[in-house]
């Protein structure tokens, strides 16, 4: 059975950092491209990261480019995010998906929740 | 960036009854798009891709249609089961997005 599952999130005050990891299970991980999604309280889904299997190809949403950094480890079927210079505005609950033929998402995490307040 | 538009932004409909879900992109992603469930408090979960093929485990009542710009997600006999949030889905030029969603609701 494909499992992922978040972990890293809770409260952190504005400017600060958290890492956020994703474990893969259930299926080779290597291969797959993933990504990360959120999703603000009462808010619709926003798409905010993807990285390729070999991390040679990584993609960032204008919201979060330059303050967000997404990395894998295959040997560790892990996903990761590391968010700095968070905002109020990255409040959220953040899920790992992934990705399928370039665009679409066939398994996602249940979400690790994130708040960003002082 | 592609936008995508979903229509209506709440569907409220009996048992039984058939629900039409659109979905209008502002440039066309041939048959790339792909269609989530959200139930309250859950992760998406996908139930269309490629625009018109079911995902895994998805029930014979939901079907999807369209290309190009525009897509409709249907499902035939509604049950009560169905309440969620459907988000449409497409990827261009490294770019994902969603679109805002469509809250269906049970009566």
């Known amino acids: 059975e494909v499992q992922l599952v978040e972990s890293g999130g809770g409260l952190v005050q504005p400017g600060g950092s958290l890492r956020l990891s994703c474990a893969a299970s259930?299926?080779?991980?290597?291969?797959?491209?993933m990504s990360w999604v959120r999703q603000a309280p009462g808010k619709g889904l926003e798409w905010i990261s993807y990285?390729?299997?070999?991390?040679?190809?990584?993609s960032y949403a204008d919201s979060v480019k330059g303050r967000f950094t997404v990395s894998r480890d295959n040997a560790k079927n892990s996903l990761f995010l590391q968010m700095d210079s968070l905002r109020d505005d990255d409040t959220a609950v953040y899920f790992c998906?992934?990705?399928?033929?370039?665009?679409?998402?066939?398994?996602w995490g249940q979400g690790t929740p994130v708040t960003v307040s002082s | 960036e592609i936008v995508l538009t979903q229509s209506p932004a709440t569907l409220s409909l009996s048992p039984g009854q058939r629900a039409t879900l659109s979905c209008r992109a502002s440039?066309?992603?041939?048959?790339?798009l792909a269609w989530y469930q959200q139930k309250p408090g859950q992760a998406p979960r996908l139930i269309i891709y490629?625009?018109?093929n079911r995902a895994t485990g998805i029930p014979p009542r939901f079907s999807g249609s369209g290309s190009g710009t525009d897509f409709t997600l249907t499902i035939s006999s509604l049950e009560p089961e169905d309440v969620a949030v459907y988000y449409c889905?497409?990827?261009?030029?490294?770019?994902?997005?969603f679109g805002q969603g469509t809250t269906l609701e049970i009566k």
């Open positions: 990285i390729t299997s070999a991390s040679d190809s990584i």
């Open positions: 490629d625009a018109s």
């Open positions: 440039q066309s992603v041939d048959n790339q």
């Open positions: 889905q497409q990827c261009s030029k490294k770019l994902y997005t």
């Open positions: 998906a992934r990705e399928r033929r370039g665009y679409y998402l066939d398994y």
């Open positions: 259930g299926f080779t991980f290597s291969p797959y491209t």
